[in-house]
T-cell receptor, first 115, second 119 residues
Framework: AQSVTQLGSHVSVSEGALVLLRCNYS??????LFWYVQYPNQGLQLLLK??????LVKGINGFEAEFKKSETSFHLTKPSAHMSDAAEYFC?????????????FGTGTRLLVSP | EAEVAQSPRYKITEKSQAVAFWCDPI?????LYWYRQILGQGPELLVQ????????DSQLPKDRFSAERLKGVDSTLKIQPAELGDSAMYLC?????????????????FGPGTRLTVL
C-alpha cells in the first residue's frame, strides 16, 4: 500500500523566510502526489499536484513542489513566508487507477509564521 | 465559485445517541467521499460513492456507520450509536473525472466539515 511521511509535525519560520515542508512517499507504482492546506475549522484546499508531467509543480499562493524519484520526495517550498500561510499542510498520495481514486494523507505539518 | 456544502458545522451528542451529517457536493460531481479526521491526524477515507453506488467502504465501521447517496447527488452519513472515540471532524469531498469516472489525478474539493463531539 502507498503511504506518505511528513517529517516534522510543526515548522516555525519568520515572515519573509523560506518555507520548506517535507514529504516522502512510499509507492510500488508511479505515484500521483498532492499538497493540501487546511485553515482552522475549515476543509482542505488543493495547493498543487504532481501527475507525472513536469517534476517541478507550481501551485497557488506562491507554493511549489519538486518530485524527486531518486529521493522518493515531494517537498513543498515557498521563497518568502507570509503571515497568512500559517495553517496545517497535508501531503497525500493517490493509489493507482483502479477505477476510483483513493487519497492517503500524511499526518500533517503545522506551519507557524512569526512577525 | 461552487463549493461543497456540509451541515451541521458542529454537533455535540451523548454516547449511544444517533447522529447524521449531510453533504451536498459541487453540482455535476459524480464522485463523493466521506473522510474522518481525528485531531492531529490526516483525513482517513470512510466511504466513496460513484454516483449512487458505493465503490469503497473498506474503512467504514459498518456495525455503527452507514452512508447513502440515494439519487446520486447529496449524501448522508449516519452513526448509531455514537461512541466517545467517534469525536472527530467529518469531511465531505467531491470530484469530477472525465466521463464521470474517477481518476487518480482528480482534484478533490472539500467542504468545511462537521466537528462532532461525543460526551
Amino acid at each position: 500500500a502507498q503511504s506518505v511521511t511528513q517529517l516534522g509535525s510543526h515548522v516555525s519560520v519568520s515572515e519573509g523566510a523560506l518555507v520548506l515542508l517535507r514529504c516522502n512517499y512510499s509507492s510500488s507504482v508511479p505515484p500521483y502526489l498532492f499538497w493540501y492546506v487546511q485553515y482552522p475549522n475549515q476543509g482542505l484546499q488543493l495547493l498543487l499536484k504532481y501527475t507525472s508531467a513536469a517534476t517541478l509543480v507550481k501551485g497557488i499562493n506562491g507554493f511549489e513542489a519538486e518530485f524527486k524519484k531518486s529521493e522518493t520526495s515531494f517537498h513543498l517550498t515557498k521563497p518568502s513566508a507570509h503571515m497568512s500561510d500559517a495553517a496545517e499542510y497535508f501531503c497525500a498520495v493517490s493509489e493507482g487507477d483502479t477505477g476510483f481514486q483513493k487519497l492517503v494523507f500524511g499526518t500533517g505539518t503545522r506551519l507557524l509564521v512569526s512577525p | 465559485e461552487a463549493e461543497v456544502a456540509q451541515s451541521p458545522r458542529y454537533k455535540i451528542t451523548e454516547k449511544s445517541q444517533a447522529v447524521a451529517f449531510w453533504c451536498d457536493p459541487i453540482s455535476g460531481h459524480a464522485t463523493l467521499y466521506w473522510y474522518r479526521q481525528i485531531l492531529g491526524q490526516g483525513p482517513e477515507l470512510l466511504v466513496q460513492f460513484q454516483d449512487e453506488s458505493v465503490v469503497d467502504d473498506s474503512q467504514l465501521p459498518k456495525d455503527r456507520f452507514s452512508a447513502e447517496r440515494l439519487k446520486g447527488v447529496d449524501s448522508t452519513l449516519k452513526i448509531q450509536p455514537a461512541e466517545l472515540g467517534d469525536s472527530a471532524m467529518y469531511l465531505c469531498a467531491s470530484s469530477h473525472g472525465p466521463s464521470g469516472r474517477a481518476l487518480s489525478t482528480d482534484t478533490q474539493y472539500f467542504g468545511p466539515g462537521t466537528r462532532l463531539t461525543v460526551l
